[in-house]
């Protein structure tokens, strides 16, 4: 077989959103690590199509490792165990430095992970609490002035009124909006770009995904957009942190990540710990990381 056809086969075998049992009250530990053994002719974003994570959080378990032509044979870092983001265990909760969103259903002990593309510099995605008030399915994509604006200055020619539903158009084949903003939950007609900071501040899905929320969410599902770029997490026997990049701000720096005095507190007096966090603040790899045993 060759490899265009093997390619050709595995995108049609790409999974749905990575389904996890709920932990229990006091707990935020989902999932398991999982690992990759780099065959000939993978590249990240096949790689992590495969997995249904996001591209940045392959990226950032895998550091040193060059996305586009990684060593055959290397083991690769999964990023599929996870900490639940702190907030009730209700409808969508979507947090924006780990670029993931997290999909509660009703009465249900699973909840349903997905990668997500968010806002580029300039172009953030707002924190907010709002609610899905619209499905959408084939929709027409009406670029707004700004857009318009923005794409003839940085490419010299203009911008369509309106993309009917088709190839070519960037917001694939559905939509949820949230609340009355502009704001969607959307697919796109270019696979590249999800789980990334890329988009004019919508949130982007791969089609398979945003397919399976359009048919699962009902309208008025509660959606939460936070930053918590570092997670905690009291277990039975271990403490344990998940550290994100921070997002970039408008003027192009990257906001340091704050150690809250709850960080403090939660890492305590040990000099390793405190070396082990500082560590991962300066180097996030995104991964669920257990402090010293005392």
Not at 125 to 137: A, G, L, N
Not at 250 to 278: H, N, Q, R, W, Y
């Amino acid at each position: 077989m060759s490899y265009i056809l093997l390619l050709s086969s595995f995108m049609t075998t790409v999974s749905f959103a990575k389904i996890y049992s709920l932990p229990e009250a006091g707990s935020r530990l989902i999932g398991e690590p999982q690992y990759h053994e780099v065959a000939k002719g993978d590249y990240f974003q096949l790689i992590a199509e495969q997995y249904d994570v996001g591209f940045l959080a392959l990226m950032a378990a895998n550091p040193g490792v060059d996305p586009f032509l990684p060593t055959v044979g290397h083991k690769l870092v999964i990023p599929t165990q996870m900490l639940l983001p702190f907030g009730k265990r209700e409808g969508i909760i979507i947090n924006l430095p780990e670029l993931r969103l997290y999909y509660f259903p009703e009465n249900s002990d699973k909840v349903h992970v997905f990668p997500v593309g968010i806002g580029r510099q300039g172009l953030e995605t707002p924190k907010t609490v709002s609610y899905i008030s619209e499905k959408r399915k084939d929709p027409v994509w009406r670029p707004t002035s700004e857009m318009k604006a923005r794409y003839f200055a940085e490419h010299g020619r203009k911008l369509a009124d309106e993309v009917p539903a088709g190839p070519k158009n960037p917001f694939g084949k559905y939509a949820l909006r949230l609340g009355t903003s502009v704001y969607l939950l959307h697919g796109s007609n270019q696979r590249f770009g999800i789980g990334m900071r890329a988009s004019s501040g919508c949130i982007r899905l791969y089609d398979d995904d945003i397919e399976w929320l359009y048919q699962h969410i009902e309208i008025n599902t509660p959606v939460r957009i936070v930053d918590q770029t570092i997670k905690l997490s009291y277990e039975p026997d271990k403490r344990l942190i998940e550290v994100h990049s921070p997002l970039t701000g408008d003027d192009g720096d990257v906001s340091k990540t704050e150690i809250t005095p709850a960080v403090t507190a939660f890492v305590g007096d040990s000099p390793d710990d405190k070396m082990l966090l500082l560590d991962q603040v300066e180097n996030p790899k995104g991964l669920v990381t257990q402090l010293h045993v005392h």
